[in-house]
């Protein structure tokens, strides 16, 4: 089944996600020879991200935590079905104080055989604010999150990582 809407965000991100890629390859060779020296990978994946909930202003936007699961949506259901579920869930998130920044990954390229339909990331500022959130997912808005989407969607166990930002796209790049 087609999905115009989804079809043309995601276009519109991968154009965008090409100039930076452009880039990258003509002027990011001495930044690759250090990556090399410390880590070799030779994979590059490409996701292509709609946000659900913007964080807000960072104090420190180079260092973050970020939380990752690999979602996978029930039989019979498409994504335009959990959008609702979704909008919702960012708006509850927001109503109870959260500071989190929320989107949805969808594999583009270099993966393959993915054993999921896409990646759910939430960000904090730090520890203290992904801890706050956790707190109050942990006394009742699990009970949210179950209304949301039992039987819809299933996702394994968040990786939560502490980040450090090598890069900023330019606002240019919007």
């Known amino acids: 089944m087609e999905h115009p809407g989804i079809v043309r965000v995601l276009r519109q991100v991968l154009r965008r996600g090409g100039r930076a890629q452009d880039l990258w390859l003509a002027t990011g060779s001495e930044q690759l020879a250090g990556f090399n020296d ?50 919702e869930w960012a708006n509850y998130r927001q109503g109870h104080g959260s ?39 942990n006394e009742s808005g699990w009970e949210k999150g179950n209304e949301l989407f039992r039987g819809k969607l299933s996702c394994d166990s968040s990786r939560v990582y502490i980040a450090t930002n090598r890069r900023m796209a330019d606002s240019a790049d919007d």
């Open 99 to 137: 500071t989190s920044g929320m989107w949805v990954l969808f594999p583009a390229y270099g993966g393959g055989g993915e054993a999921f339909d896409f990646k759910f990331v939430a960000s904090w500022q730090n520890l203290a604010e992904q801890g706050a959130d956790y707190d109050q997912y």
């Open 38 to 87: 410390v880590w070799t990978c030779d994979t590059h994946a490409n996701y292509a991200t709609l946000q659900f909930k913007k964080p807000p202003e960072r104090e420190n936007p180079n260092n973050l935590v970020l939380s990752f699961s690999d979602c996978s949506m029930a039989d019979g259901m498409v994504f335009e079905d959990l959008v609702p579920s979704l909008m």
